[in-house]
C-alpha cells in the first residue's frame, strides 16, 4: 500500500527556495521506510507533492523524514548554486587595446610598413647578381658633318653614318649606352634602328636631346630620370641622370652620362674641371642610396680625369683591366670613359676604332659589367 509523506510548513518553504534557484526537485515520495528525492528533473518548476485525502491529517511528519528531506533539500541548494556562479563565469581572452588614430598617424603607420616591406624586398633583390654590357658613343653631331658641316665637312652625313653606328650597338650585344653630340635626326634614327629607348630623348627639349641615354627595354624598365647641369663650352648643358630596373631580378642603378668641355686653353680647362666636381658630388650622393651607379661619357681629358673623378668618387674603370693593358698598354688612355662603382665587377672592355671609316670622329667602347649578388 502507497505510504504518504506529510510535508510541514518549513521543509515545504525550503523546497520551494531551492526550486527558486534554478534546480528542479522532483516529487519528494518514500519506499520502504526511506525518504528519496529525484533530481534528475533540472526544470526550475515548483514540485508537485503527491497527497490523499491522509496528507491533510494534521499528524506531524515523522523526525527522521524531516530531516532527510532538510538534507537533501541542502545539499541540491548548494549544487544549484554552483552550477549558477559555473554558468556565469567570464572568460577574459587577451586581446589588442583598440586607439582611436587621426588620419595623419594611420598615413605615417602606412608609410612605416611600406618602408619595411621596400627593405624587406629590396635585400631579396640584391640576393640575384646582374650582368649587362653597357657602352659610350660620341656620335659626332650632325651639325657637324656633310655638305654644310661646320668642322667634318669632308665626313659623310649623320644619315650615312647613324645606321652603322646602331649596326655597331646591336652587334656588341649593348644594353645600355650613353650618347654625346646626338641631335634629334641621329637620336630618331638610332632609336629606330636598334629598337632601343631614350631619356631624356626630348623631354628637356629638342635643343638638349645630345646627352641621352640608350636602353634595350627588353632588359630593363625605366624607373626614374633627371639631370645635373655643367657648363659645356660657352653654356649651360643637362647631364643624364637615369635610374633603371632589371626586369628579370628586380635590381635597380643609376647610369650618369656626361660630355664635358673641349678645349686646353684656361676658360675650356677651367669648366672642364669644374663639371667632373659637380658630377663626384652628384655621383657620391646618389651612392648613399646603396645602388650601383654607372658612369658614360666623353670626358674631353684622360689621365686628369682618373685623378679628379675616379679616385673622389670610389669607382672603377674597366680600360685598368689586365685585358686592356695587354693589348694597348697603361699610358693609352681615351678620352672617352665607362666607369662603375667599386661593388661593379669588369670584363671583355672592347675598343672600336670608328675614325677609319668616318662613322665618327670617337671610339666606340663597350665594357661587360657583373653585379653581384649582395653579401
Known sequence: ???????????????????????????????????????????????????????????????????????????????????SRETRRVHVVPGLRLVRLTPAEIAARKARVAALKAEKRAKELASHPVSLTIGTLNVLGSQHTGPHGDDHRGWPSASWRTPRQAAYIKSHGVDVVGLQEAQPDQLNGLIADTGFKAFPGYQFGAQDTDNSILYDPSKFEFVSGTSFKIVFMHGPRPQTVLKLR????????????????????????RTRHAGMATAVNYINALKKQGLPVFLTGDMNDRAPFESRVLGPADLSAPIFG?????????????????????????SDYWVEI????????????????TIPAAG
Request: aromatic share 6%; charged share 20%; no cysteine.
Open 1 to 83: 500500500m502507497k505510504r504518504t509523506l506529510r510535508i510541514s510548513t518549513a521543509v515545504l518553504a525550503t523546497l520551494l527556495i531551492v526550486a527558486a534557484l534554478g534546480v528542479g526537485i522532483g516529487r519528494l515520495v518514500t519506499r520502504g521506510g526511506e525518504t528519496a528525492v529525484d533530481t534528475a528533473d533540472t526544470q526550475a518548476a515548483v514540485p508537485s507533492v503527491t497527497t490523499s485525502p491522509r496528507a491533510t491529517s494534521p499528524r506531524a511528519t515523522s523526525p527522521r523524514a524531516a530531516a532527510s528531506a532538510r538534507a537533501l533539500a541542502t545539499k541540491a541548494g548548494a549544487k544549484a548554486r554552483r552550477l
Open 354 to 369: 670608328l675614325q677609319r671609316r668616318k662613322i665618327s670622329d670617337h671610339y666606340f667602347i663597350t665594357a661587360h659589367a
Open 322 to 346: 689586365p685585358w686592356h693593358q695587354r693589348i694597348y698598354g697603361r699610358n693609352w688612355l681615351a678620352v672617352d670613359w665607362i666607369a662603375g662603382t667599386k661593388d661593379v665587377q669588369w
Open 246 to 269: 632589371d626586369k628579370a631580378t628586380g635590381r635597380e642603378m643609376y647610369f650618369v652620362n656626361m660630355h664635358t668641355s673641349a678645349g686646353h686653353d684656361p676658360g675650356h680647362t
